[in-house]
């Protein structure tokens, strides 16, 4: 590593970093839509030891040095392309590293001792100046090798479309895996009340609509504090359902249909969950977003367009209020299914059937 310092030059040899493997993650903010990791690495110490060789216009010494750096933070990105063929590989890679203190012990410098510690304290950072960009040059030769092995294992030959993002591409793949499972049209269960001589009953009802879901927003993971935080933003188009219904007082019966449509469902969700797997995951927010609400009913006569009015009319007036007023009750609901997992004894079962298995394993997530 050569270095200029004006009245004379130098350079360090054979040089090795020490202590790399004592970090500890600070942060990792994952944006999936872009393809981007940004993360944040802490070092206590950091030991550099190497030979020196200082010459200039008079003098000339070398021999072995020693740098110390305390509270290094590295701070690196990498962001993923699809290339023209749909292989996903690494493009680019960048890092910056920062320290609180160093100390250095450069020896036998003999007569140019002094020339050296006057250059040193007008710049006290010539010396990891010379050494960042070759670090940081090796730093990426290796760590964009180790990506590109690393995605070359989890997708071998499997090419992706560069037309669209693979975030949205996976989620094209999930609305596919919907439809095949029969949840896309979804058939309600029948719903039959009975209040004394009144009764109602809902049969034969299907949704349809539901693999619409797209990417409303964008798809974040972060790592801070120790916790481990997913945010998300689905939407879905248009919702249509139709349904029989009937309702009996008493002796007498009316039978019907009812069709209505909602014109989108949005929903933000964040959970978190800590490194200590004692703990259970958490969801953070939960909000829900309803569009125009239209249903049209027949059977009922005159009744009909009552019915119509009450439905089209106050939903429509009231969705705010009325996706307030389910939010949280979703949520509580949903931290009850999340209080009953041991995260501690899932993980160790994914790891086992890892082991057993040798390869990628495919896991299903069900409330």
Not at 19 to 28: N, P, T, V
Not at 40 to 60: A, H, P, R, T
Not at 160 to 173: E, F, Q, W
Not at 271 to 300: E, H, W, Y
Request: hydrophobic share 45%; glycine share 8%; with cysteine.
């Amino acid at each position: 590593m050569p270095k200029s310092l004006g009245v004379a030059t130098l350079n360090m040899l054979n040089v090795k970093a020490y202590g790399l493997s004592k970090f500890r993650i600070a942060s990792i903010n994952a944006d999936f839509k872009d393809m981007m990791v940004e993360t944040g690495i802490q070092l206590d110490e950091m030991l550099v030891k190497g030979n020196y060789v200082l010459s200039s216009f008079f003098s000339k010494a070398n021999g072995p040095f020693t740098v110390i750096l305390k509270k290094v933070y590295v701070r690196g990105s990498a962001t993923l392309m699809v290339e023209s063929d749909g292989h996903l590989t690494t493009d680019q890679i960048k890092m910056d590293i920062t320290f609180g203190d160093m100390a250095m012990d450069f020896q036998n410098l003999g007569f140019l001792g002094s020339v050296f510690q006057g250059i040193v304290n007008s710049a006290p950072n010539i010396v990891f100046d010379a050494m960042k960009p070759f670090m940081m040059q090796e730093a990426d030769k290796v760590l964009r090798v180790e990506i590109n092995t690393n995605i070359e294992k989890m997708l071998g030959d499997r090419r992706l479309p560069n037309s669209i993002t693979p975030l949205d591409s996976a989620i094209a793949m999930g609305r596919k895996w919907v439809r095949q499972q029969g949840y896309d049209p979804y058939h309600v269960d029948d719903m039959n009340r009975t209040m004394g001589v009144f009764s109602v009953q809902l049969s034969n009802t299907w949704i349809s609509g539901i693999s619409s879901f797209y990417r409303v927003g964008n798809i974040t993971a972060a790592m801070l504090n120790n916790t481990i935080s997913l945010r998300v933003q689905l939407g879905t188009q248009e919702i249509i359902g139709a349904g029989q219904w009937e309702v009996g007082f008493g002796l007498m019966t009316r039978v019907g249909h009812v069709q209505f449509t909602v014109q989108h469902i949005r929903a933000t969700v964040e959970i978190s969950q800590p490194l200590d797997t004692r703990k259970r995951p958490q969801i953070n927010d939960l909000q829900f977003d309803m569009g125009n609400i239209q249903v049209r009913c027949d059977g009922a006569g005159t009744l009909d367009y009552v019915m119509e009015f009450a439905v089209n009319v106050l939903p429509n007036l009231l969705r705010y209020q009325i996706m307030d007023a389910i939010e949280n009750p979703i949520k509580q609901r949903v931290q009850e299914k999340f209080n009953a997992i041991d995260v501690e004894l899932a993980m160790k079962q994914m790891i086992e059937k890892y082991k057993k298995g040798g390869k990628m394993i495919s896991f299903d997530f069900k409330l």
